[in-house]
């Protein structure tokens, strides 16, 4: 298959919903909850769910989701869900063919309550079903810093389908990470890159604001002859993953350099097109499950870009699990070449720890 529609379909709806996060990122009332495992979630997060399943459903009605957020709380909030409807009705993409073949606008407020609440697939091995994560890196979006739109397709629990919207990235592939690319992004010059792939038919970027495949570029991990060179990308939150034991791990492979800290799937897409090389997100508690959402898209990207992604112990991640990554622990992905050296030296240093 070529999944050339569905392809259309996701960069399409990814685009428009950045254009709402981008709205709410510069306010400064971004109209926060916390959820019930105490993380945050905003109107950019509700509203951006909203357009995606819409979207989706509009071209695939048979299709189920996976979708990070659900409408609950709003259909007690009347205040909250009032500020979404405004968001949500006012977005809408530039060019109107465009508009068209996401279905237009969504028909009522209660038709978008009900469109958040249809990403409420179990997920599971049969079938198309996407992964959606309509804010990815929420707290790097309260902050001022990196986040991502990202939405996948997977058939029959194999990923097809990724695409990541990343507004606070440059546009430009070629410009590698530094240590300042994950904290204050509200400065848009330059910035907005779409990363897009299929299985087996490669990765690309392109402007996050352009429409159609003009300015589509492939991409490519970079090829890394020299450790002490890399650079490796975590988590700028500590409570996602160990710095601690990224740290131990990369001063065993030879990386001088300090860790590029950021929030957000815009890691893989950074590794992917070879501003950074290693991407490492060791656990912080034995019981933590990672959600498909998380990874889904980032982890076809990675692989399609010349990249392996497995967890710390050298498993591929299994999407067919249901919502969580049931059966992994972590995550490592590096390029091709290097990746069992960088995986020997995780399982080392996560052994060294029993
Ligand atoms: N204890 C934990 N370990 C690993 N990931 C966690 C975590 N608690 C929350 N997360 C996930 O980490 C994601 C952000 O990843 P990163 O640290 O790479 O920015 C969050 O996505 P959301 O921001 O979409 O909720 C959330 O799902
Ligand atoms: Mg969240
Ligand atoms: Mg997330
Ligand atoms: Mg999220």
Not at 108 to 136: C, E, H, T, V
Request: glycine share 10%.
């Amino acid at each position: 298959m070529s999944y050339q529609k569905e392809q259309e379909v996701a960069e399409l709806a990814v685009q428009r919903a950045a254009i709402l996060t981008k709205k709410v990122f510069h306010e400064k009332a971004k109209g926060t909850l916390s959820k019930n495992d105490s993380s945050p979630v905003t109107i950019g997060d509700f509203g951006a769910q909203a357009l995606i399943i819409a979207a989706i459903k509009s071209n695939f009605p048979n299709d189920e989701v996976v979708g990070e957020e659900e409408a609950s709380s709003l259909r007690e909030d009347t205040n909250l869900r009032d500020q979404i409807w405004e968001l949500v009705k006012g977005t809408s993409l530039s060019d109107s063919k465009a508009e068209d073949i996401l279905g237009g606008p969504i028909a009522s407020m209660y038709a978008m309550l009900d469109a958040i609440d249809a990403g409420n697939s179990a997920g599971g091995a049969k079938g198309r079903i996407w992964a959606l994560d309509p804010i990815d890196g929420t707290k790097g979006f309260l902050r001022g810093g990196q986040y991502a739109v990202c939405l996948a397709l997977m058939v029959d629990g194999d990923v097809k389908v990724g695409v990541l919207g990343c507004p606070n990235l440059p546009v430009d592939d070629s410009v590698a990470l530094t240590a300042d690319s994950g904290v204050d992004q509200t400065d848009e010059e330059g910035k907005g890159v779409l990363f897009s792939a299929v299985f087996g038919q490669g990765a690309t970027s392109r402007p996050l604001t352009s429409v159609g495949m003009g300015e589509r570029k492939a991409i490519q991990m970079k090829s890394v002859s020299d450790l002490s060179q890399a650079t490796f990308c975590e988590s700028l939150e500590a409570g996602h993953s160990s710095h601690s034991d990224q740290s131990a791990i990369a001063s065993k492979l030879g990386v001088t350099k300090p860790s590029v800290r950021m929030d957000s799937q815009a890691k893989y897409g950074s590794i992917a097109r070879g501003a950074g090389d290693i991407y490492l997100r060791l656990p912080t508690s034995a019981t933590y499950r990672e959600k498909i959402w998380d990874h889904a898209a980032g982890d076809l990207i990675v692989r399609e870009a010349g990249g392996e992604v497995t967890d710390s112990l050298g498993r591929r991640l299994d999407f067919s699990k249901g919502r969580i990554l049931a059966e992994n622990k972590g995550v490592v992905a590096a390029p091709a070449a290097i990746h069992s050296h960088v995986l020997s030296v995780v399982k080392e240093v996560m052994e060294a720890k029993k």
